[in-house]
C-alpha cells in the first residue's frame, strides 16, 4: 500500500481534502485543500453539481500545496446517517500447525457480513469489537496465536443505498476514484481521543455548520452515534434575524465578538453595524449579541445532554466530553459554559499536527490518519465505485501549470430586545 493517502470531508458549509503520509510512524500532512460548499444541506448532499465544483477546488489546491496529483481519495460519513449493527462471524482456523494468520482474521470479518439488511442499505464498513480464541475472548489481535476456531463481535457498519450513491457520483464527477469510505467519528476520534478517554467512555461532540454529531466511546468501541440538526449556522441566523443584519454580517460578529456567556461583557460595550441593505447602521450592544448566542448554545448543551440521558448514555463517560469542529470553535468561554451543563470534564479537541491544527480540521485529518494507520487500501467494496486497475499509482509528483426550540428561543429574545430594536 502507497504511504500516501488523500482524505476527503464534505461538510454543510466547507469541503476540506486532505493528502497526507506516515512517514517512520510519523504522520504528516503534505497539502490542505478547502472550498466554501453550498451543495450540502445538514450533513447530505442535495446538490452534485455544486459539491463537485467545491470538491475541485479544494483538489487544487491540496495537489499544488503537496506538489502531487490525486487519482482517488478515502471520504467520510457522518455517524448519525449509518446504523450499527452487532453481528458475530465465526470459523475454523487454516493452517494445519493453526496458527492464526490475517487471512484467518479477514475470513471471519467476511463471515460476519453474512446477515440480512434492508434492499435499500449497504455495508459500508466492519468494525471488529473483540476476537475470541477457543472461548478465549477480549481479545484485540489474534493473529499469532494458536487456535482451532477463531470468533468475532463487531459492528456491522450500514448506511443508506442513496447517501452512498450520491457520495461516490460526486467523487465520480470530480474525476476521482473512490478508495473506500470511513465512518466520521472513527475517523474523527483517531486524531482527537485518546486511548484512555476511548477505554473509559466518553462522548465526542462535533459541532458542525448545520449538524452536531453525538458519538460514544467505551471499552475502546465506538457504541453510539447520533447526528442532531442544529449546529453553528443556528448561532448566526439568530443573530441576523434579531438584529436585522446580513448572515455574512452575522457570522463576522460572532466570529469576532462572540461569547458564550454575557457574564464575560461589559455592559456599554457597543459595536456599529449595517442593517440589511447597507443603506444604514445602527449601534448594538455587545451585552445583546452575547444574550442571542447564549440563548442558542444552551440549547445545543442541553439537547446533547438530553440524548445521552435518554440513551442511558450519560453515566457511562467517565472520561467527559470532548467537543471539536468548526461550529463553536473560537468562541470565547464555550469550555466552561459546556462544563457547566455536563456537569462533566470538557476540553476541546483537535488534530495536533503542523498544517491542521485547527478542531475545522478533525475530521478530514481523521479519515486521512484513520485509513493510514489501519492500512486501508480500497477494502471497502461499493458498489458504484470507479473500477481501478490494482497497478495503478494513486498519486503522481508533479508540478502544477501556473494557467421548534428555536421558536421558543427566539421569540424569549425578541421579547428581551423588543424596545432596542
Same mark, same amino acid.
Given at each position: 500500500?502507497? #504511504? ?10 466547507k ?16 497539502? +490542505? ?13 442535495v ?24 487519482k ?27 496458527e ?5 482474521? #479477514? ?10 439488511i ?12 473483540q ?7 477480549e ?8 487456535g ?14 442513496? &447517501? ?8 465520480q464527477?470530480?474525476?476521482?476514484a ?9 475517523? &474523527? ?21 448545520? &449538524?452536531?454529531?453525538i458519538?460514544?466511546f $467505551? ?23 434579531i ?7 452575522a ?24 442593517s440589511?441593505g ?28 438530553k440524548?445521552?440521558e ?25 469550555q ?14 483537535y ?6 491544527a485547527?478542531?475545522?480540521?478533525s475530521?478530514s ?10 492500512? $486501508?487500501?480500497? &477494502? ?5 465505485? +470507479? ?7 494513486h ?11 428555536? $421558536? ?14
Open positions: 500500500m502507497s #504511504n500516501v493517502v488523500a482524505a476527503l470531508d464534505i461538510g454543510s458549509s469541503v476540506c481534502i486532505i493528502i497526507a503520509e506516515m512517514k517512520n510512524k510519523q504522520f504528516n500532512v503534505l497539502g +490542505v485543500g478547502t472550498s466554501e460548499c453550498k451543495g450540502v444541506k445538514k450533513g447530505i448532499i446538490d452534485i453539481d455544486s459539491t463537485v465544483e467545491a470538491i475541485n477546488s479544494a483538489l487544487k489546491q491540496a495537489e499544488h500545496m503537496s506538489n502531487k496529483k490525486i482517488s481519495v478515502f471520504v467520510n460519513i457522518p455517524g448519525g446517517y449509518t446504523n450499527l449493527y452487532k453481528t458475530k462471524g465465526v470459523i475454523a482456523v487454516s493452517r494445519d500447525d493453526k492464526i494468520t490475517k487471512e484467518d482474521v #479477514n475470513r471471519v470479518l467476511e463471515a460476519a457480513k453474512v446477515v440480512a434492508p434492499q435499500d442499505k449497504e455495508i459500508i464498513d466492519i468494525i471488529p469489537e476476537y475470541i480464541v477457543d472461548g478465549y475472548d481479545i484485540r489481535d489474534p493473529i499469532g496465536m494458536v482451532v476456531r477463531l470468533e468475532v463481535d463487531a459492528n456491522l457498519i450500514v448506511a443508506s443505498c442513496t &447517501t452512498v450513491q450520491n457520495i461516490i457520483r460526486s467523487i464527477k470530480a474525476g476521482l473512490c478508495d473506500g469510505i470511513i465512518l466520521e467519528p472513527l475517523a &474523527t476520534s483517531s486524531v482527537v481521543l485518546s486511548d484512555d478517554e476511548k477505554e473509559l467512555g466518553v462522548a465526542l461532540i462535533d459541532v458542525g455548520a448545520e &449538524t452536531t454529531d458519538s460514544v $467505551r471499552k475502546g468501541s465506538l457504541i453510539f452515534t447520533k447526528v442532531i440538526p442544529v449546529g453553528g449556522n443556528h448561532i448566526t441566523n439568530d443573530i441576523s434575524i438584529c436585522k443584519i446580513t448572515s455574512t454580517d457570522e463576522k460578529i460572532k466570529r469576532q465578538y462572540g461569547v458564550a456567556t454575557s457574564n464575560l461583557i461589559r455592559n456599554n460595550d457597543i459595536i456599529k453595524i449595517n440589511i447597507g443603506k444604514s447602521e445602527k449601534e448594538v450592544y455587545l451585552k445583546d449579541i452575547a444574550e442571542i448566542m447564549e440563548a442558542r448554545i444552551s440549547e445545543m448543551l442541553y439537547l446533547v445532554r440524548e445521552l435518554d440513551r442511558n448514555l450519560y453515566n457511562s463517560i467517565s472520561a467527559g466530553v470532548v467537543i471539536t469542529g468548526g461550529g463553536l470553535f473560537n468562541i470565547k468561554g464555550i466552561d459554559v459546556a462544563q457547566s451543563s455536563f456537569e462533566l470534564p470538557v476540553r476541546f479537541g488534530p495536533n499536527y503542523i498544517g491542521v485547527n478542531p475545522i480540521y475530521a485529518a481523521g479519515t486521512a490518519f484513520y485509513a493510514l494507520k489501519e492500512k $486501508r487500501t480500497s &477494502t471497502v467494496e461499493l458498489s458504484h465505485s +470507479v473500477p481501478k486497475k490494482e497497478e495503478d499509482s498519486f503522481e509528483d508533479y508540478v502544477e501549470d501556473d494557467s421548534s426550540s428555536k $421558536r421558543n428561543i427566539l421569540d424569549k429574545i425578541k421579547d428581551f430586545f423588543a424596545d432596542f430594536f
